[in-house]
């Protein structure tokens, strides 16, 4: 059995741990795109470790893998190769590096509490963007050769995250059926009844059903919509539910004034984050985290969630 499968047979409520990219940012790194949270793996791998130790420091279960954009495709739109390295190779050695980086971490901060290290997956292109999705042999080609390098890189358990399309979700849960893992997969709405791609959730989910993951999450969305994609989602599954918001304003996007690398503006505080997963878990929800613009603060405050149903 899989440590993730038997952290659920506790009946506890599991904190994963908050975001990487924005905290990096908000820590004075560049994550410009396209390698947004990948390029500190290299400029300034001491910081990627450092979250990860303050992550666990205030109460994480699981850490994730800083490998949102460590997939081959990013390094050739970014133009980057390491050393002598091709394309592939640079993107093996980064995701390698990510996985250590965490492990390191938890050799340092976990003590004797067990800490799971879990390898991110993300969507190949931008995940507000769905309809850059590729098609279906590219997906499974590319995020088959991510995964193989987090599985062999020792990871714990993978997060397939921010799934915005029904031709992703499949592709990816397709290849992560190849592994002797345990497999989360988060999704991301537009709404309580379709994904951001305006296809429904339910269709989704009828694909996620069949290859029953140990947890189904959704995530990058603010708070105040969890609940009732949560609600609906409760009437598909049986599966276990997760959730980690992103508490930025929902329509900074709309802002003429707003530029890429801008920072977060931030709607929620740790106080009222707190709140919104109170009631998440009331609704029976197993895994809370945090997603973009969450910080170790976020965390500590959800470590108060602890303990059974």
């Known amino acids: 059995?899989?440590?993730?499968?038997?952290?659920?047979?506790?009946?506890?409520?599991?904190?994963l741990d908050g975001a990487m990219g924005t905290e990096l940012q908000s820590r004075g790194l560049n994550v410009k795109l396209p390698?947004?949270?990948?390029?500190?793996?290299h400029d300034k791998p001491d910081t990627v470790r450092h979250i990860h130790i303050d992550y666990i420091d205030t109460g994480a279960d699981i850490i994730t893998t800083n490998t949102f954009r460590t997939q081959k495709r990013t390094f050739e739109k970014a133009g980057f190769a390491q050393g002598d390295m091709d394309f592939a190779a640079t993107a093996r050695q980064y995701t390698i590096d990510a996985v250590d980086l965490a492990k390191d971490a938890v050799m340092i901060a976990a003590e004797e509490n067990e800490v799971l290290v879990a390898g991110c997956i993300a969507p190949l292109e931008d995940s507000y963007r769905p309809?850059?999705?590729?098609d279906t042999d590219t997906l499974c080609t590319e995020h088959y050769e991510h995964m193989k390098n987090l599985a062999d890189a020792g990871v714990d358990l993978f997060i397939a995250e921010t799934m915005t399309t029904i031709r992703e979700i499949s592709a990816v849960l397709n290849q992560m059926h190849k592994f002797e893992l345990d497999k989360i997969i988060s999704?991301?709405?537009?709404?309580?009844?379709?994904?951001?791609?305006?296809?429904?959730?339910s269709e989704a989910l009828s694909i996620i059903n069949k290859y029953s993951p140990d947890v189904i999450c959704v995530n990058c969305i603010?708070?105040?919509?969890?609940?009732?994609?949560?609600?609906?989602?409760?009437?598909?599954?049986?599966?276990?539910?997760?959730?980690?918001?992103?508490i930025g304003?929902?329509?900074?996007?709309?802002?003429?004034?707003h530029k890429e690398g801008d920072p977060m503006r931030k709607t929620?505080?740790?106080?009222?984050?707190?709140?919104?997963?109170?009631?998440?878990?009331?609704?029976?929800?197993?895994?809370?985290?945090?997603?973009?613009?969450?910080?170790?603060?976020y965390i500590r405050k959800l470590n108060s969630l602890k303990g059974k149903k």
């Open 1 to 15: 059995m899989g440590a993730l499968k038997e952290l659920l047979q506790t009946g506890k409520t599991i904190i």
């Open 131 to 134: 309809e850059l999705t590729p």
């Open 249 to 257: 304003d929902p329509n900074y996007k709309q802002d003429p004034n």
């Open 268 to 297: 929620v505080s740790p106080d009222e984050y707190l709140k919104f997963a109170q009631k998440w878990k009331s609704m029976g929800v197993r895994v809370i985290g945090g997603c973009c613009g969450t910080n170790p603060l």
């Open 222 to 246: 603010h708070p105040y919509l969890v609940e009732p994609v949560l609600t609906y989602i409760k009437t598909l599954t049986e599966i276990p539910l997760g959730a980690y918001a992103n």
């Open 35 to 41: 390698l947004w949270s990948a390029g500190p793996l």
């Open 187 to 201: 999704i991301t709405p537009r709404n309580d009844k379709e994904l951001f791609s305006g296809e429904p959730i």
